[in-house]
């Protein structure tokens, strides 16, 4: 703070209305603070004329390895098809699925690697789309809540979260079911404790926890065509 103020006031000094500022008692010498910024201004202005081919050799037009700051080609795979986009780099995976591409069923809730309403799979691995930039997907296979149910029949995931009332608002239903199969896909005879510590990366806020684990349970179970267990 205290140099903020000392910078303050150093720069607030010699502005219009300051009575016996340092410039008026420069200017009484024949060179005002005032002279010497307009020229300093002038030397600084002159620096930007600088032959074109001189300016180009000092500031490349493309840095190695540096993407953007505006759109580029962007390539996803997800469920399984060839998406080409335009994309600022800066755009995670997520706002590419929901503004650019239209898949909203993965959610924005935190935005920030928190909730896991955003949950798709990557390379067989739940991620926060959140936090993973678009750019970054790309050569990976993605794989969203509507890929769950490409002919309107349900994954058996999605079905044993129905059957089970595994949701109430149902906003974080999406993430948690990506979660459920990344991690059956992985566990396909999982313990109720084992279900549990893998869903630890996603919240519900309405307290489904119950119905979600037995969803998890019964959804391995008829994937692997036993009996559930709990
Ligand atoms: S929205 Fe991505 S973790 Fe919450
Ligand atoms: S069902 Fe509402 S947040 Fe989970």
């Known amino acids: 703070m205290a140099d903020q103020d000392d910078l303050h006031h150093s720069t607030g000094s010699g502005e219009p209305g ?40 000092a ?9 953007g700051p505006g759109e580029v080609p962007v390539r996803l795979r997800i469920n399984g098809r060839e998406h080409q986009l335009r994309l600022e780099p800066r755009v995670t995976l997520l706002d590419a699925l929901r503004n650019r591409l239209d898949m909203t069923g993965a959610k924005k809730v935190c935005d920030r690697a928190t909730c896991g309403a955003c949950t798709v799979i990557m390379d067989g691995h739940p991620v926060y789309s959140c936090t993973v930039l678009a750019i970054d997907a790309q050569g990976k296979s993605i794989e969203t809540i509507e890929g769950l149910a490409p002919e309107g029949k349900l994954h058996p995931v999605s079905q044993a979260f129905v059957d089970n009332d ?53 959804a391995a179970a008829k994937m692997a065509g036993k009996g559930g267990r709990l």
């Open 18 to 57: 300051d009575d016996n500022s340092a410039s008026d008692r420069e200017s009484s010498k024949g060179f005002s603070r005032r002279q010497f910024i307009k020229g300093t201004g002038l030397a600084v202005s002159a620096s930007v004329f600088v032959p074109d081919g001189l300016l180009k050799a």
């Open 59 to 67: 500031m490349p037009e493309e840095t190695p390895g540096v993407s």
């Open 166 to 218: 595994a949701q109430q608002c149902g906003f974080c239903t999406p993430g948690f079911v990506m979660a459920v199969k990344a991690f059956l896909d992985k566990h396909p005879h999982p313990t109720y404790d084992e279900v549990r510590a893998s869903l630890g990366g996603n919240l519900c806020r309405c307290g489904t926890y119950m119905g979600i684990r037995k969803a998890a349970l019964e």
